[in-house]
């Protein structure tokens, strides 16, 4: 790690109004900690470690006196401990007259992605006088904000995405005309094919949900488990991916089709209240970024939520709104969720989310639409990749 990101870290340190920001691992307990401070998650950790980096001045390294070397690529002053006493006496040195300090903390676990603290830590850390707050945002500014180069890869790849989606369109089309039909793990070959043959990775199979798989929001075909495609299905594609590369960034998008000439209208009707709570969602970040209002995840949510309970559909829609995107396909920073938790995080200019709203009608069918949203560090908001979806895609016509 180098002076310069201490200087950055320190900075959004003070800008928070904190004294510090603690990290804290044991056994590989804190990934998050882990990332930030470039530990490989392979690393032999068996003993607690802290790293304090004070708002101002030099950041204090706390080991074990057996794996001092876990930690020596971090700049600062070392600490070594070896008995509990020992600890105890370096943290209340460090943390004497420090009043408020970050961790990975999640008040009441309001959102588990953060709560890497445990409770005895938790405990033992407060008798030393200190406010223990989350490093959330402080996580999402310094681990989610895209460069312009990150950008800039990303692009292609949503792209490409949605042209992978006319070709399976097409694909299924002449598999139905020349051949009565096709089968969701051919069109799950077709699209990592497509995929690979980009040059662009995924992380696991994507999803082809036909018919009532398409309501179990992460079905996914196996060479063992699939079922057909054929004439009247309703068939559903939820496909992402990202450049070759250790900084990529993802795309991940889903469409809906229906193999006929003419959608009927139970399928037009669910795709058009998804479709809409979609832009309910979409037209508020837009609106929030234009009026320089502030936004957090869980009003997203809200927002594309109320458009499907009005509809009387809202048992129906069983997660999140959306997703935090960076090098992990599920990022590190705010997720659009006021539903599985209510995620209180600040969307913050040059970080990525998707917008996935859906209705699951179990043993039916399933409508989900998701796009990907940038915002620009100006404060632009842009859906990237292809024209979004409007309407049911009629496969055969």
Not at 196 to 203: A, I, K, L, S
Not at 269 to 284: G, P, S
Not at 299 to 307: G, H, I
Not at 317 to 326: E, L
Request: aromatic letters at 10%; hydrophobic letters at 35%.
């Amino acid at each position: 790690m180098t002076q310069e990101k201490i200087q950055k870290l320190q900075s959004l340190i003070k800008k928070n109004g904190l004294d510090g920001w603690l990290f804290y691992d044991f056994r590989g307990s804190n990934d998050l900690a882990l990332s930030v401070l470039e530990i490989s998650p392979k690393a032999h950790l068996t003993r607690r470690f802290f790293y304090f980096i004070p708002a101002e001045g030099v950041p204090h390294k706390v080991a074990m006196a057996i794996e001092l070397h876990n930690l020596a690529h971090l700049p600062g002053e070392l600490h070594p401990y070896s008995s509990r006493t020992s600890l105890e006496e370096i943290i209340g040195s460090l943390l004497r007259g420090v009043k408020k300090i970050a961790m990975e903390y999640s008040p009441m676990n309001a959102i588990p992605y953060l709560s890497k603290l445990d409770a005895g830590t938790y405990e033992y850390l407060k008798k030393f006088g200190v406010e223990i707050v989350s490093s959330g945002d402080l996580l999402t500014e310094f681990t989610a904000v895209w460069s312009r180069e990150q950008y800039e890869d990303n692009i292609p790849v949503a792209h490409a995405l949605t042209d992978i989606v006319d070709i399976c369109w097409k694909f299924i089309k002449d598999k139905i005309n020349n051949e009565g039909g096709t089968n969701e793990y051919e069109v799950q070959k077709l699209i990592m094919h497509e995929i690979e043959r980009r040059g662009f990775v995924t992380d696991h199979e994507v999803i082809v949900g036909v018919n009532g798989n398409g309501a179990n929001p992460h079905y996914s075909p196996t060479p063992e488990v699939w079922d057909l495609i054929k004439k009247d299905d309703f068939v559903l594609l939820d496909l992402w991916a990202k450049p070759n590369k250790e900084n990529g960034v993802w795309a991940d998008i889903t469409w809906t089709g229906f193999v006929g000439t003419e959608v009927p209208e139970r399928y037009v009707k669910i795709f058009n209240i998804v479709r809409d709570a979609r832009e309910a969602a979409f037209n508020l970040v837009s609106e929030r970024f234009a009026n320089g209002e502030e936004l957090r995840g869980w009003e997203v949510d809200a927002a594309a939520r109320k458009v499907i309970e009005d509809a009387g559909y809202g048992e129906y829609f069983v997660h999140r709104t959306g997703h935090s995107i960076t090098t992990d396909l599920h990022g590190t920073g705010p997720h659009n969720d006021n539903y599985e938790t209510k995620d209180m995080r600040l969307i913050l200019p040059g970080t990525s989310f998707s917008i996935e709203p859906g209705i699951y009608l179990t043993g039916d069918f399933g409508v989900r639409s998701e796009i990907d949203v940038y915002i620009h560090p100006d404060g632009r908001v842009e859906q990237t990749g292809g024209e979004r979806q409007w309407e049911v895609v009629p496969i055969l016509k």
